[in-house]
């Protein structure tokens, strides 16, 4: 019998081979894991179909036939991981941590490989993140940090996270940056299960007290915010961050104008943007952009769209700090030296 472990998500120096279909792969994983099928999509479309037309017989035969070939890309892959990281551990797991997963670990313990199945799968560790979303009494408590669009939320945050201060990245999790314009700068579209999985392990894998977090509403591009989270996030203790508009605009036009997806994806979500705007409004900044004043362009859709709608929410807070930052160093410092003095025991 394949030797099974649970899965723990605080455990660093563990490889997860996911041995599922890619489009399964695709739709929620393990983070870190890297998918290696056993019978990719098409092969599984192939065994299903003898198996209904032909016979259990020849859908096995198939299965077999395919997933033989490629032993010894899992001989390899071990190969490779032992040699990087020899007290790594590797576990394999499929949907339910059943024939797929088990049967490739139980061949390759065999050969004497030192490798495990784990138990129950993606389903287990699924039900382990939503246990997890669904227990606010396991979450650190939250500072939330405010902000209008270009003061460097998101920048100040990971210069947090380089020096070791605890922080939940929504918009990385989500791969979007939360505004009509916040795919620009991102390369793929986000699953709400990956979504789930990330926050988990932000959170999870390295516990603490506290953790710093961007203020976002509850739907982030594609993804929405789980209710529990959504509400603890809310209810922690906020910062406002203030920046002048001229560094903002400076900031904005340095983070999109020069990523690689700016030009397909502007026009199309600037034109999500024009119902909200008045017609004059919609004429001007779209001369703006098509001549590429940019600055223009930003200064107009700061002043007109996006500062009114965060000024409403805003309003909505308390703060317990207010930071001038007028660079992103000055802000992460100011941060960093409120979080010393006023929590320094839970780091």
């Known amino acids: 019998m394949a030797l099974k472990i649970p899965f723990d998500v605080t455990r660093q120096n563990i490889y997860y081979i996911d041995v599922r279909s890619e ?29 209904k037309q032909v016979s259990v017989e020849e859908a096995k035969r198939l299965g077999l036939k395919v997933a033989s070939g490629k032993v010894i890309d899992y001989f390899d892959a071990i190969c490779r991981i032992k040699a990087e990281s020899p007290d790594a551990a590797i576990a394999f ?7 797929r997963s088990r049967s490739i670990t139980q061949l390759l313990q065999g050969i004497g490989e030192n490798v495990h199945c784990l138990d129950g799968g ?13 227990t606010p009494s396991k ?23 380089r020096k070791g201060y605890p922080v939940l990245d929504l918009e990385g999790a989500a791969n979007h940056k939360g505004s009509h314009l916040g795919a620009i700068g991102t390369n793929e579209i986000q699953r709400m299960q990956m979504f789930e999985n990330t926050v988990f392990h932000q959170l999870a894998a390295s516990p603490a007290e506290y953790a710093f977090v961007e203020s976002e509403s509850k739907r982030i591009g594609s993804i929405y915010v789980p209710p529990k989270l959504f509400e603890a ?13 001229e560094n903002r605009i400076k900031a904005l036009i340095d983070e999109y104008c020069g990523a690689e997806n700016f030009e397909p994806l502007i026009w199309p979500a600037f034109d999500r943007i024009r119902p909200y705007l008045s017609k004059e409004a919609y004429t001007r900044m779209a001369e703006e952009l098509q001549s590429a004043q940019y600055e223009a362009f930003v200064a107009d859709i700061l ?10 929410s805003i309003k909505n807070y308390v703060y317990d ?11 992460i410092n100011a ?10 025991a839970s780091l």
């Open 93 to 99: 797991y499929c949907a339910r941590g059943g024939f």
């Open 23 to 51: 489009s399964e792969f695709e739709q929620g994983h393990i983070v870190g894991a890297v998918n290696m099928p056993i019978l990719n999509d098409q092969e599984r479309h192939d065994v299903g179909t003898l198996y």
């Open 321 to 331: 700090l207010s930071i001038q930052a007028e660079t992103d160093e000055s802000g």
């Open 303 to 312: 002043t007109k769209h996006y500062d009114p709608i965060y000024q409403k």
């Open 233 to 245: 996030i809310r209810s922690g203790e906020h910062i406002m961050v203030q920046r002048n508009l």
């Open 139 to 161: 979450y650190p408590k939250f500072i939330m940090v405010h902000g209008l669009t270009g003061v460097g939320k998101t920048k100040l945050l990971t210069g947090l996270m």
């Open 335 to 344: 941060l960093a030296q409120w979080y010393d003095t006023t929590h320094a």
């Open 122 to 134: 993606y389903k287990n560790y699924r039900h382990q993140v939503l246990d997890y979303l669904d």
